[in-house]
């Protein structure tokens, strides 16, 4: 079946660094999907991306989908301690239909104030 | 306010005591999906709901059974519980671009 890899596994940055998470499927995707979920919390959707090439910006996040649209990356510029949480990504079926939608592992940020 | 609601948020139960976790959503939403997160394996998907009475089986669905009679409940029934299955659970809906999850049902089974 279609897996859905991201790395790093877990990140610790210093207040104000940047911050960037890969995401890897074995298959093209129709689009990518990224949430985010605070520790304790439930994921919570951010953003989706359909285009071949799209960049997406919001605020201090940055998402890019692959030209192949086999990868996608988050960036977040100047991390706070609020950006805590885990990050995922997660793509649907080889149809394209959102609602079979497998995620990623996750990446953890923790931010040292 | 929109949301999705489950319930209950915490369960203790014993090894074949069958439980139902209940799911709803105020948005109208067409997509329904159970999804369980466990520690170094992620967020995978249980079951999916497509619209009413229209249902099927996600990456990891032994041991569960859905239902979908109404277009915004979509319970998750465990018949015979097993330690395996302790877990936390989320269910979520959607309209087709991103989920809208619960808050999540942390199962205990001893």
């Known amino acids: 079946g279609q897996q859905v890899m991201q790395i790093p596994q877990y990140r610790h940055v210093q207040e104000g660094e940047d911050f960037t998470t890969y995401c890897n499927s074995s298959?093209?995707?129709?689009?990518i999907q990224w949430y985010k979920q605070r520790p304790g919390g439930h994921p919570v959707f951010l953003i989706q991306?359909?285009?071949?090439?799209e960049v997406k910006k919001q605020k201090r996040l940055t998402f890019q989908f692959g030209e192949a649209k086999k990868n996608s990356s988050l960036h977040i510029t100047a991390t706070q301690t609020t950006d805590v949480g885990t990050y995922f990504c997660?793509?649907?079926?080889?149809?394209?239909?959102?609602?079979?939608?497998?995620f990623g592992k996750g990446t953890l940020l923790t931010v040292n104030p | 306010e929109a949301q999705v609601t489950q319930n209950p948020r915490y369960l203790i139960t014993v090894t074949g005591k069958k439980l139902t976790v209940t799911c709803s959503q105020n948005?109208?939403?067409?997509?329904m999906s159970w999804y369980r997160q466990d520690p170094g394996l992620g967020l995978r998907q249980i079951y999916y709901?497509?619209?009413?009475?229209?249902?099927d089986k996600g990456d990891v669905p032994e041991g569960y059974k859905v239902s979908r009679k109404e277009k915004r409940n979509f319970p998750l029934i465990l018949e015979s519980p097993s330690p395996n299955q302790t877990s936390l659970y989320f269910c979520?809906?959607?309209?087709?671009?991103?989920?809208?999850f619960g808050s999540g049902t942390r199962l205990t089974v001893v």
């Open positions: 948005m109208n939403h067409e997509y």
């Open positions: 997660a793509g649907p079926d080889s149809g394209g239909s959102n609602y079979k939608l497998t």
């Open positions: 709901s497509m619209n009413v009475e229209v249902t």
């Open positions: 979520a809906s959607s309209t087709g671009v991103g989920y809208t």
């Open positions: 298959t093209t995707l129709s689009n």
């Open positions: 991306l359909v285009k071949s090439g």
